[in-house]
């Protein structure tokens, strides 16, 4: 008998961890399995009470735990997978009780059991993370690490506003605060106040019961909370309506209907009317407006807005009255879209004090970092920042990084354009280097230049002589790499099929495009293979890496293996030759294709470091830190 919750055959086959041709399998072979109860002739719907029996009686259903059981009946329910964790979250909160004639009420057995091991708040926030998990391109969420960021950049404040609150990432951490206790609107305890607005109405009733859980303001009454259904731009607030002491927002970007027609004569517009393009321009003065003097707005926004043309009037009055603070570059994948490096806009409604803003601070956490280094840890950079803000908002001097943050005069940025992108104004990380530092640079370069030397003398092993020649290998008799795998002397794993880490020893080369092997080092395994790359693991007892590596590059070998059906060659790996020699002649051959790559790296390095001293000594020269004598 039905008990009204449904799935679909893609959902029975994740009950069941198979693929969905195992369950069409079932519907044929076994006349028991049930039958659908709605849905269409193309994709039938079936009793969800009805499967898991089915599945259960034939061994097929392992016990879920809590939090899937609640997810399953709460995607299955009738009124859908959002209204259902409305009713979840209200029953959760204590704000009603699910009974049995409730849509959500299949959910209550394991959702009271869940809460009773996790606690009400902790259990809605893992129902609520699979719902936005199972609505990926639905919802725009702001990450944890970066809203945290924000509410300890936004600083002390005993009531806060997040005016396009989403489902309340913003306002949950300013409720919460930091771990360490330090800073945040809520840094000597929870606010007084939560508000926010936002045009989604089941988005707006997710985050209000997000909060009320995570601040026990049903229970203990200690902190307000109200978030309403309303369009923040087009609708104007009260009279009566509170000024607050922060504001929070991740607000939409780039929108076009944003009311800046019927909203031309706004008050709000203290600092311009934005362009119809500049909708985050409004949501910047927005915040402004809603602030009570002295009170502090971080606005996370792309970096577009910096810098538009269309945006410099308005711009230029942020700065020319105090408004705006500081403009701080986040690594990319702060937030959506992670590709881009966002920023975070800093402001504080003016309040009358004499210079209060006469420098903006700029910080790029972006990072120009060397190709392939790894960016540093989320946790410094937000540490960084927060500490280079704190300094700057006491009052104190900031010193100068270059490549990384200054505080700027304002006048100095009210140019024509008024960008105020931090890249465009902060001296590049090599730029203002000292003599010493440019004498670190000359001697490295020095050291790497004397090698290059040492691995070209007539009597290094790694380089012939003009007296003398190697052997040619044409002769030889050889073997395929198909061969040697059969074999067992190398494995051959391909990117496209298997998921595979390197391991020191292994030889990986490409296998389209530009490229040579190369030999994995000691320490630097680990990594996963990507396209696209080959790799092949010798037998160390049967082959020497540095032989495989070294043969594998000869230019007649790579031609006789490559494939010129399409616009790039595409190399076939299992058709690359090997000279069948014993071990001790392999390892005369390795050692010097070993040193044949030492050689290339070193020249490669010499490159490196002569771009590096050269320009050096042009920006040294230019900014007076290196004499011309």
């Given at each position: 008998m039905?008990?009204?919750a449904?799935?679909t055959?893609?959902?029975i086959a994740?009950l069941?961890?198979?693929g969905?041709?195992?369950?069409?399998?079932?519907?044929?072979?076994y006349?028991?399995?049930?039958?659908p109860?709605?849905?269409?002739?193309?994709s039938?719907?079936?009793?969800?009470?009805?499967v898991?029996s089915?599945?259960?009686?034939?061994?097929?259903?392992?016990?879920?735990?809590?939090?899937?059981q609640?997810r399953?009946?709460l995607e299955?329910?009738?009124?859908?997978?959002?209204?259902?964790?409305?009713?979840?979250?209200?029953?959760?909160?204590?704000?009603?009780e699910?009974?049995?004639?409730d849509?959500?009420?299949?959910a209550r057995g394991?959702l009271?059991?869940m809460?009773?091991?996790?606690?009400?708040a902790?259990?809605?926030?893992?129902?609520?993370?699979?719902?936005f998990?199972?609505?990926?391109?639905q919802?725009?969420?702001?990450?944890e690490?970066?809203?945290?960021l924000?509410a300890?950049?936004?600083?002390?404040?005993?009531s806060?506003?997040?005016?396009?609150?989403?489902?309340?990432?913003l306002?949950a951490?300013?409720?919460?605060?930091?771990?360490?206790?330090?800073?945040?609107?809520?840094?000597?305890g929870?606010?007084?106040?939560?508000?926010?607005?936002?045009?989604?109405?089941?988005?707006?009733?997710?985050?209000?019961l997000?909060?009320t859980l995570r601040?026990?303001?049903?229970?203990?009454g200690?902190?307000a909370?109200?978030v309403?259904?309303?369009?923040?731009?087009?609708?104007e607030?009260?009279?009566?309506?509170?000024?607050?002491?922060?504001?929070?927002?991740?607000?939409?970007?780039?929108?076009?209907?944003w009311?800046?027609?019927?909203?031309?004569y706004?008050?709000?517009?203290?600092?311009?009317?934005?362009?119809?393009?500049?909708?985050?321009?409004?949501?910047?003065?927005?915040?402004?407006?809603?602030?009570?003097?002295?009170?502090?707005?971080?606005l996370l926004?792309?970096?577009?807005v910096?810098?538009r043309?269309?945006?410099?009037?308005?711009?230029?009055a942020?700065?020319?009255?105090?408004?705006?603070?500081?403009l701080?570059?986040?690594?990319?994948?702060?937030?959506?879209?992670?590709?881009?490096?966002?920023?975070?806009?800093v402001?504080r409604?003016?309040d009358?004090?004499?210079?209060?803003?006469?420098?903006?601070?700029?910080m790029?956490?972006?990072?120009?970092?060397?190709?392939?280094?790894?960016p540093?840890?989320w946790?410094?950079?937000?540490?960084?920042?927060l500490?280079?803000?704190?300094?700057h908002?006491a009052?104190?001097?900031?010193?100068?990084?270059?490549?990384?943050?200054?505080?700027?005069?304002?006048?100095?940025?009210?140019?024509e354009e008024v960008?105020?992108?931090?890249?465009?104004?902060?001296l590049?990380?090599?730029?203002?280097?000292?003599a010493a530092?440019l004498a670190?640079?000359?001697?490295?370069?020095e050291r790497t230049?004397?090698?290059?030397?040492?691995l070209?003398?007539?009597?290094?092993?790694?380089?012939?002589?003009?007296?003398?020649a190697?052997?040619?290998?044409?002769?030889?008799?050889?073997a395929?790499?198909g061969?040697?795998?059969?074999?067992?002397?190398?494995?051959?794993?391909?990117?496209?099929?298997?998921?595979?880490t390197t391991?020191?020893?292994?030889?990986?080369i490409?296998v389209?495009?530009?490229?040579a092997?190369?030999?994995?080092?000691?320490?630097?395994?680990?990594?996963?293979?990507?396209?696209?790359?080959?790799?092949?693991?010798?037998?160390?007892?049967?082959?020497?890496?540095?032989?495989?590596?070294g043969?594998?590059?000869?230019?007649?070998?790579t031609?006789?293996?490559?494939?010129?059906?399409?616009?790039?060659?595409?190399?076939d790996?299992?058709?690359?030759?090997?000279?069948?020699?014993?071990?001790?002649r392999?390892?005369?051959?390795?050692?010097?294709?070993?040193l044949?790559?030492?050689?290339?790296?070193?020249l490669?390095?010499?490159?490196?470091?002569?771009?590096e001293?050269v320009?050096?000594?042009?920006?040294?020269?230019a900014?007076?830190?290196?004499?011309?004598?």
């Open positions: 039905s008990d009204g449904e799935v055959a893609a959902a994740r069941a961890g198979v969905r041709a195992a369950v069409s399998n079932w519907r044929r072979r006349t028991d399995f049930p039958r109860v709605g849905g269409t002739e193309t039938p719907a079936f009793s969800l009470a009805d898991e089915w599945l259960r009686d034939h061994g097929r259903l392992a016990e879920a735990p809590l939090r899937e609640v399953r009946r299955s329910a009738p009124e859908g997978h959002g209204p259902a964790l409305v009713r979840a979250g209200e029953h959760l909160a204590g704000l009603r699910l009974l049995n004639t849509p959500a009420a299949e394991a009271d059991r809460m009773r091991e996790t606690g009400p902790a259990a809605f926030e893992q129902l609520l993370a699979d719902y998990e199972a609505n990926p391109r919802y725009t969420l702001t990450p690490p970066t809203a945290a924000m300890r950049l936004a600083g002390p404040g005993e806060v506003l997040d005016p396009a609150c989403g489902s309340a990432e306002l951490a300013a409720a919460t605060g930091p771990a360490d206790g330090s800073g945040g609107p809520g840094a000597s929870p606010p007084a106040a939560l508000y926010g607005q936002e045009t989604d109405p089941l988005l707006a009733r997710l985050a209000a997000r909060l601040t026990g303001s049903a229970a203990a200690r902190c909370v109200d309403r259904t309303e369009d923040a731009l087009r609708t607030p009260p009279a009566d309506a509170p000024l607050v002491a922060a504001v929070l927002c991740h607000p939409p970007y780039n929108e076009r209907n009311g800046h027609d019927e909203l031309a706004d008050p709000r517009w203290a600092y311009g009317l934005p362009a119809r393009t500049e909708s985050e321009l409004a949501w910047v003065q927005h915040a402004l407006a809603r602030l009570r003097p002295g009170g502090t707005a971080v926004l792309p970096p577009a910096a810098a043309r269309t945006g410099r009037r308005v711009r230029a942020l700065l020319r009255k105090g408004a705006l603070r500081a701080l570059a986040l690594p990319p994948g702060a937030a959506a879209p992670h590709s881009l490096p966002l920023h975070l806009w402001l409604k003016p009358g004090a004499a210079d209060a803003a006469s420098r903006l601070l700029l790029d956490a972006s990072g120009s970092r060397a190709e392939g280094a790894e540093p840890p946790e410094r950079t937000a540490a960084d920042m500490a280079v803000w704190r300094a908002d009052g104190e001097t900031v010193p100068e990084q270059p490549g990384v943050c200054a505080t700027l005069p304002v006048i100095d940025l009210l140019d960008d105020l992108s931090p890249a465009r104004h902060l590049p990380s090599g730029t203002g280097a000292d530092a670190s640079v000359r001697a490295e370069l230049l004397r090698r290059t030397l040492d070209t003398a007539a009597d290094d092993p790694g380089l012939p002589d003009r007296r003398s190697a052997p040619g290998s044409a002769a030889l008799p050889e395929t790499v061969e040697l795998a059969r074999t067992g002397a190398l494995e051959v794993h391909l990117a496209t099929a298997d998921a595979v391991a020191p020893g292994d030889v990986v490409p389209q495009g530009r490229g092997a190369y030999v994995v080092a000691e320490g630097e395994g680990g990594a996963r293979l990507g396209k696209p790359l080959c790799l092949l693991r010798p037998d160390p007892a049967a082959l020497d890496a540095w032989f495989v590596a043969f594998l590059r000869s230019t007649a070998n031609r006789q293996a490559s494939s010129y059906a399409s616009s790039s060659s595409r190399i790996v299992r058709r690359l030759r090997l000279p069948r020699l014993p071990l001790e392999q390892r005369a051959y390795g050692e010097r294709f070993r044949l790559a030492e050689f290339e790296a070193a490669r390095r010499v490159g490196e470091l002569g771009e001293f320009q050096g000594m042009f920006d040294g020269l900014d007076g830190t290196v004499p011309p004598a």
